[in-house]
């Protein structure tokens, strides 16, 4: 086992201002290990990889690589001694080559020298089976394929330690498997691989063992095989996952009975195909179907955030018309967009700013909330929704996944919405704040909000749905509600529905 150990890192310490953030946790990687490292938003998984790759400087504790103490002060250090990371956002230059990509910056002769590196980013690729050519750009490869290629420069840079930060986020399930193929490849080689990931299921097919992390403490190390997944789950929020079975299903009759809020016919935008759409007071539904089916541009067009080109749409039986965004704010409606980097957070304002964002926008900027109303909003939704925030004056950018999510949430609750469009909420965040999110949107209808919700993950909303959308090729191709609603129903219909609006 000794001989085997690749790197550890022993009582591991960090503080931030007013925060502990790591507490004398240990970490193993063994050479040809796939180790996953797992845990919630904000339990030090990426303060912990940071003080391996040099961004942090530790407080305490002891790195040991092949069996010497490393002291790692930047991230350079960390290259040098076989350190590379892979970021869930791609950190290359997609207007450069392949070959530029992968050498640029490390041979100072590459300009002189560029066919010869050509030919080695070339042999390279060919032998990690990577679908890409060395003197094609960077930006017309697909997003598995950069990161594979950001992978090919990690290992020519002869990486001991390979750290793939949530490279799965962006890619569909066959990007996936290419990826996972080229992972197992390096595996092979001795190379020893960190994988963070919110996706349980891929940490089961392609790791060894699982490190929990939960409130910047150490829970434990496990094999994969020895750890069923609701354990796992269970030891990352710190109870048992009862309460997931608590969460339910709306019975039918609580939509049939109740007013249709909002109705659609014919919409359409300048991304969306001409569709049919209700919601009743109270439900929630969702809209689900493979990637690019059409599920994010229906909602922008129901929410008015791209161009509206035709349709009808009716609030409570009245004729509306809603052609941009604030039309559909002041008619109760709140939209969380897919994208929350680009279409939701402000990184620089503080949390308190973000919140009020979207009333203030209402109530019209010359109408200013005044400084101590937003403080007393900020502090409310901060207590309901438990964000974890050192403060309400703290910049949103700052703040994990799952607690900017939560301030987006906290935007659009402030402004006592009819109806909420929630575009992918859990994406990227971890198993106790998604339960915390599909509680609350459970509660909210309850509350007589009416909610669509859209996930990647189907299991996820068949728990919060009562009726689902299900869309391809732009088209919607089914409605499926009752018995009708579960998975393989779902990929069923995905796959063999016909065409509900061929407009």
Request: hydrophobic share 40%; proline share 2%; with cysteine.
């Amino acid at each position: 086992m000794q001989e085997n150990c690749l790197l550890k890192m022993r009582n591991i310490n960090k503080l931030f201002p007013g925060v502990k953030a790591l507490s004398n946790v240990d970490f193993t990687l063994r050479k040809g290990e796939i180790h996953a490292l797992m845990g919630e938003n904000g339990a030090g998984k990426s303060t912990l990889i940071k003080i391996l790759t040099g961004v942090y400087q530790m407080d305490d504790g002891e790195i040991i690589i092949s069996g010497n103490s490393a002291n790692i002060r930047s991230p350079q250090d960390a290259q040098n001694i076989g350190i590379s990371t892979v970021y869930q956002e791609i950190t290359l230059c997609p207007n450069l080559t392949v070959a530029e990509n992968m050498f640029i910056g490390r041979e100072e002769s590459f300009i002189v020298r560029h066919r010869y590196y050509e030919k080695r980013a070339e042999k390279i690729l060919n032998d990690l089976g990577i679908p890409a050519r060395s003197t094609q750009q960077l930006g017309s490869c697909s997003l598995a394929v950069q990161q594979m290629v950001a992978i090919a420069r990690a290992v020519d840079m002869k990486c001991k330690v390979l750290i793939l930060d949530e490279p799965t986020s962006s890619l569909d399930d066959n990007e996936v498997n290419m990826l996972f193929s080229l992972m197992r490849d390096l595996k092979s080689q001795g190379v020893g691989i960190i994988f963070v990931t919110h996706f349980l299921e891929q940490v089961y097919e392609v790791c060894d063992r699982i490190t929990v992390l939960r409130n910047g403490e150490l829970v434990g190390e496990y094999l994969t095989e020895e750890l069923p997944q609701v354990e796992l789950v269970a030891k990352m929020i710190g109870k048992e996952l009862d309460e997931l079975s608590s969460l339910g299903e709306f019975e039918e009759k609580q939509t049939a009975e109740s007013e249709v809020f909002y109705e659609a016919k014919s919409l359409s935008s300048s991304d969306a195909l001409p569709f049919d759409f209700e919601i009743h007071k109270g439900e929630v539904n969702g809209f689900t179907g493979l990637l690019g089916s059409g599920r994010s541009e229906s909602v922008r067009a129901i929410f008015g955030a791209d161009k509206v080109n035709g349709g009808t749409v009716k609030i409570k039986g009245e004729d509306v018309k809603i052609t941009k965004p604030i039309d559909a704010m002041k008619h109760g409606i709140g939209y969380l967009a897919e994208d929350r980097k680009r279409d939701g957070i402000i990184a620089d304002l503080s949390v308190r700013e973000n919140i009020i964002l979207a009333l203030q926008v209402m109530k019209g900027f010359f109408k200013p909330i005044s400084r101590s109303e937003a403080e007393a909003f900020a502090d409310e939704y901060i207590k309901v929704l438990n964000i974890k925030t050192a403060s309400r004056e703290t910049p949103i950018g700052s703040l994990s996944g799952g607690n900017q999510q939560k301030v987006i949430l906290a935007r659009w609750l402030l402004t006592h919405p009819d109806y909420l469009i929630l575009d992918e909420p859990t994406r990227g965040i971890d198993v106790g704040t998604k339960l915390e999110i599909q509680k609350l949107v459970l509660k909210l209808a309850e509350d007589g909000v009416s909610v669509t919700f859209i996930s990647s993950e189907v299991e996820e909303m068949l728990r919060t749905c009562s009726r689902l959308i299900v869309m391809r090729d732009r088209h919607i191709v089914g409605e499926l509600k009752g018995k009708d609603l579960n998975q393989a129903q779902v990929m069923k219909t995905i796959a063999g529905g016909e065409s509900k609006n061929e407009g």
